[in-house]
């Protein structure tokens, strides 16, 4: 008896085993949600402004629309040309003022509007580190972004129509640039 009740939950638990390694799980993300999350991480290092111009060409191929509505803290504007205006300003001040400031991405969420990852909404966060010209580092800033997406059917790309960012660099409120 001792034997055949053994061997019998030896096979039950084999079977639940096989069944749980060979589902797809129900929570699997949808492939346009994991395109429109790539995109935003590959978009990322481009788009921040620190110390070097790698922003730039998102406002030279139109990956950034022009009438793009940008709500940065407090700011509101209006317009590709504000915007890289505004993060011209944003990078001078850092350049002048860090020897570094790094944005590191901690999380991305996206919400597709269509299977290719298209259209939609992204929101992104990130944690920010600074290190002085003196040398002093500063971690603990938070950084987040949320961005709507719309594909241009024209340059078959996906196109920044709006974006709020909200950033809280490390040691607020005292930054070095105060």
């Known amino acids: 008896m001792h034997f055949k009740l053994t061997t019998a939950l030896s096979a039950v638990a084999v079977a639940l085993t096989a069944t749980f390694v060979n589902v797809t799980p129900a929570a699997a993300k949808p492939a346009g949600v994991v395109a429109l999350e790539k995109w935003m991480l590959d978009i990322i290092p481009q788009i921040f402004p620190n110390t070097t111009t790698n922003w ?20 509101t504007i209006t317009g590709r040309d504000s915007m890289r205006a505004l993060w011209e300003s944003l990078n001078q001040i850092v350049v002048a003022r860090t020897k570094s400031y790094v944005l590191e991405p901690t999380g991305v969420v996206a919400f597709s509007l269509d299977d290719e990852g298209h259209n939609g909404w992204v929101v992104a966060t990130g944690a920010t580190t600074l ?48």
């Open 56 to 75: 730039q060409p998102l406002f030279d191929n139109e990956i950034i629309v022009p009438d793009v509505k940008l709500m940065f803290n407090a700011r």
């Open 131 to 178: 290190t002085t010209k003196q040398g002093r580092c500063y971690t603990g800033g938070g950084a987040s972004a949320w961005v709507s997406v719309v594909w241009n059917e024209t340059m078959q790309a996906r196109t920044i129509t709006e974006w709020r960012e909200v950033n809280t660099p490390p040691n607020y409120p005292n930054y070095p640039w105060s």
